[in-house]
């Protein structure tokens, strides 16, 4: 299952938005793989959101969200305080990955949420552009990715991936 990690310090997110492949962020980590990562998906009808780990050190290297359609339009800011910490997910689960069989994506005016659970919130955790949702349980449970209006209005204006 995918665990928050810290308080290593990741490394700079590189974000990329996109009306094709919606959203990709990149960690360091990514371009040291020295292997196929792991990979973990989420996914829901046509909604496809794939979180590639390091096969060694399990920390997340790269998230895609490879198709978004049916993704719902919010008219506010994402309500919820996120605490500032420097943290990533880690995978702490097989070599096989794990696919996810839900996934809800929501564009808030500030930010991307991605949830792929169920359960209820108890914490949101961050740093820079990209933040994590702590379940009860205490695994990550969503990833959101904070935006301008520019992106924003781009993304939810179009139907990518459909």
Request: hydrophobic share 40%; net charge negative; aromatic share 12%.
């Amino acid at each position: 299952m995918i665990e928050l990690a810290g308080p290593d310090a990741p490394g700079e997110v590189a974000v990329e938005f996109d009306e094709y492949v919606p959203v990709t962020a990149t960690w360091p980590a990514y371009e040291r793989l020295s292997s196929p990562p792991t990979y973990v998906r989420a996914v829901e009808q046509h909604r496809l959101l794939e979180l590639k780990f390091d096969p060694v050190e399990h920390d997340l290297a790269e998230l895609v969200l490879v198709n978004a359609p049916g993704a719902r339009s919010v008219e506010q800011s994402f309500a919820a305080q996120v605490a500032d910490a420097p943290v990533t997910a880690r995978w702490s689960g097989g070599p096989e990955g794990y696919e996810y069989p839900r996934l809800d994506i929501a564009y808030y005016q500030d930010c991307v949420l991605m949830t792929f659970s169920t359960e209820t919130f108890r914490d949101w955790r961050g740093r820079g552009p990209v933040f994590f949702g702590i379940l009860d349980s205490g695994l990550v449970g969503a990833v959101g990715i904070r935006w301008g209006g520019a992106a924003n209005r781009r993304l939810a204006t179009h139907e990518p991936g459909s």
